[in-house]
């Protein structure tokens, strides 16, 4: 047994070095001035913010981040909201009509979102919804979905059916049951659906691009890409504001740790 474990403890520590180097290399050129020579392996041996606000300035991240929180915050919502109510009736009832509704989102799941790229670029242009925060939440909101579904039903059908009987039979409606007696028993599921979405949301890179062109509704993805190739020459600028643009989510998921987990196992493996 011991055998064994040693090779995977071995495996673990060099796969967490991999996921750390990137990071630290990222710490350390953040911080060090324009004219060091020192090698980026090494910290500096002084705290240097200039690059921290020339990139703030220059990418226009105050924009972004305001848009990235706007667009994060409202996807995210909605996630929860559509993809709880959704999941109840869909767990609790197995309905051949539900059965074939639950199976049609999870079939969404293998489906690339930019396969279909092309179309909904043209159904954007004949909505009028390029450039538009509603149009990129939608986008979120739809590819989100499927997961998040998949996640929820799996967890609501952890939960026993006994509770919503007693609370039938104290009078309550099913808006009710749910709002008062499931969502509040989801939250460690929830901790991870913001997790997922929050992460893809903030980070996405692939749909912003395409469909937030004008720099007043640039995402950090797509500020730090633009800024980045303006200013390459200066890698210190780009490493602050890509480390900037990682803050918020790193801490997101320190606070939701926990949780993350637990509800991640418990919604996949029933579901």
Same mark, same amino acid.
């Given at each position: 047994m011991r055998t064994i474990s040693k090779p995977l403890k071995y495996i673990s520590i060099l796969i967490c070095l991999l996921h750390i180097l990137p990071f630290y290399v990222l710490i350390t050129t953040s911080f060090k001035a324009v004219d060091d020579p020192s090698s980026k392996w090494i910290l500096p041996g002084y705290l240097y913010l200039d690059n921290f606000y020339k990139a703030w300035e220059q990418a226009q991240l105050g924009s972004a981040f305001m848009n990235n929180i706007i667009i994060t915050f409202v996807s995210v919502l909605l996630v929860i909201i559509l993809g709880a109510a959704s999941s109840y009736p869909l767990a609790r009832y197995k309905t051949k009509w539900n059965t074939f509704i639950y199976t049609l989102f999870i079939s969404a799941l293998i489906v690339p979102p930019l396969t279909i790229l092309v179309p909904l670029y043209k159904l954007y242009v004949d909505l009028h919804a390029l450039n538009t925060l509603w149009g990129i939440v939608l986008l979120h909101v739809t590819f989100n979905l499927p997961i998040t579904i998949f996640l929820y039903s799996g967890f609501i059908g952890t939960i026993p059916r006994e509770l919503d009987e007693a609370a039938m039979i104290d009078g309550s409606s099913h808006l009710g049951l749910f709002f008062r007696i499931i969502l509040p028993l989801l939250k460690p599921v929830t901790a991870s659906v913001i997790i997922l979405t929050g992460v893809a949301v903030w980070n996405d890179y692939s749909f912003s691009v395409f469909f937030l062109q004008k720099t007043e509704v640039h995402t950090l993805t797509v500020a730090l890409s633009a800024f980045f190739g303006q200013y390459?020459?200066? %890698?210190?600028? !780009?490493? *602050? @504001? *890509?480390?900037? @643009?990682? !803050?918020?989510?790193? %801490?997101? /998921?320190? #606070?939701?740790?926990? /949780? #993350?987990i637990h509800g991640l196992s418990s919604g996949a493996i029933k579901g």
């Open positions: 390459n020459s200066n %890698i210190g600028w !780009v490493a *602050s @504001g *890509s480390l900037m @643009g990682a !803050v918020p989510m790193t %801490i997101l /998921y320190l #606070f939701l740790q926990k /949780y #993350f």
